[in-house]
């Protein structure tokens, strides 16, 4: 860290797995390190009930926890963690500028951008609820809690065929809901849900309620042409109406694909040198925890290597 206490060597914008493992190894690469992880620093992952597949947990964790053990990890290496938002940030000069809450200044040679992806979810009350009791936003983190039960799939583009799909092999039954009269998805994939018989489709129907006590127990479905309503009973209901990069931010400082996602290359190195990105925000297709770690690990080695090769 330099003389101006409100520098760093690296500032970490987003406290995910991604910014927590990108935190961990660059303090552990001797340099002063920040991040910057809001009001409730976890990310996505604390709204999982348990997690499962993550490596070293031989027993099912909340993703609350998991990201609380990340938290005392970066703080007990040295990492400075600011409970706090990144407001502004202006990644065109170097050193680059962050403006955090309280309109306070910090700068930094180099800079991670971790802000992950959020789900995009239907907006009814009862959703909310219900998150992390029945309903969930990630088929591959859940679907194994489903085994041999029915559940129901919001969606007609290729994310929700992919998660009707990846369910099919733990439930009894899968109903894909979508409220158009034909699917989004591509042609092979409709082709795979078609030839399922675990999976029936469900056209011209949106969800009004999700209903349950402690947790779900059934959603209502209304016909977008007729108006009648459908109820089916079932414990599991996947949002899958696509995610929304964490990008605002940045306004139209870097360069993003098509999705609004941070194209970064396999270092993880943005459009501006010195700007890294790592997770969920450059990362359209997988959406794992593992994988968004193992992104923040590269970010920080490679962001290591920037500030090694400017001082030079």
């Known amino acids: 860290m330099t003389e101006n206490i409100n520098h760093f060597d690296i500032i970490i914008?987003?406290?995910?797995?991604?910014?927590?493992?990108?935190?961990?190894?660059?303090?552990?690469?001797?340099?002063?390190?920040?991040?910057?992880?809001?009001?409730?620093?976890?990310?996505q992952l604390l709204y999982a009930a348990e997690i499962e597949n993550f490596p070293g947990f031989p027993?099912?964790?909340?993703?609350?926890?998991?990201?609380?053990?990340?938290?005392?990890q970066a703080k007990s290496l040295g990492v400075r963690v600011f409970q706090e938002d990144a407001l502004?940030?202006?990644?065109?000069?170097?050193?680059?500028?962050?403006?955090?809450g309280g309109n306070k200044k910090y700068t930094a040679g180099a800079v991670i951008i971790a802000t992950g992806a959020r789900a995009r979810w239907l907006g009814l009350p009862s959703e909310q609820k219900y998150t992390g009791k029945g309903v969930s936003g990630c088929a591959t983190c859940d679907g194994f809690f489903y085994r041999g039960k029915e559940v129901c799939v919001i969606g007609g583009g290729d994310t929700a065929a992919e998660d009707a799909l990846f369910l099919a092999g733990f439930a009894s039954k899968v109903y894909l809901v979508h409220r158009r009269d034909k699917l989004r998805a591509c042609v092979r994939l409709q082709e795979k849900l078609n030839s399922n018989p675990k999976?029936?489709?469900?056209?011209?129907?949106?969800p009004v309620e999700i209903v349950g006590g402690e947790k779900v127990t059934g959603i209502i479905?209304?016909?977008?042409?007729?108006?009648?309503?459908?109820?089916?009973?079932?414990?599991?209901?996947f949002v899958a109406i696509g995610h929304a990069p964490e990008t605002k931010l940045f306004g139209d400082q870097l360069k993003l694909d098509d999705g609004g996602y941070i194209i970064a290359d396999e270092r993880r190195q943005t459009s501006l040198k010195g700007v890294f990105a790592a997770g969920d925000v450059m990362d359209p297709h997988y959406k794992q925890a593992v994988v968004a770690a193992g992104s923040g690990c590269v970010a920080a080695l490679e962001a290591l290597k920037y500030l090694e090769e400017i001082k030079k």
């Open 59 to 72: 027993e099912p964790v909340a993703g609350a926890e998991l990201m609380e053990r990340m938290l005392k």
């Open 199 to 206: 999976i029936e489709i469900i056209y011209d129907h949106a």
């Open 221 to 237: 479905l209304k016909n977008v042409k007729t108006g009648a309503a459908r109820r089916l009973d079932l414990p599991g209901v």
């Open 13 to 43: 914008i987003g406290s995910g797995p991604a910014g927590f493992t990108a935190a961990i190894y660059a303090v552990r690469g001797g340099a002063g390190v920040a991040l910057f992880g809001g009001v409730a620093p976890g990310g």
């Open 88 to 100: 502004k940030a202006d990644l065109k000069t170097a050193p680059f500028t962050i403006l955090a």
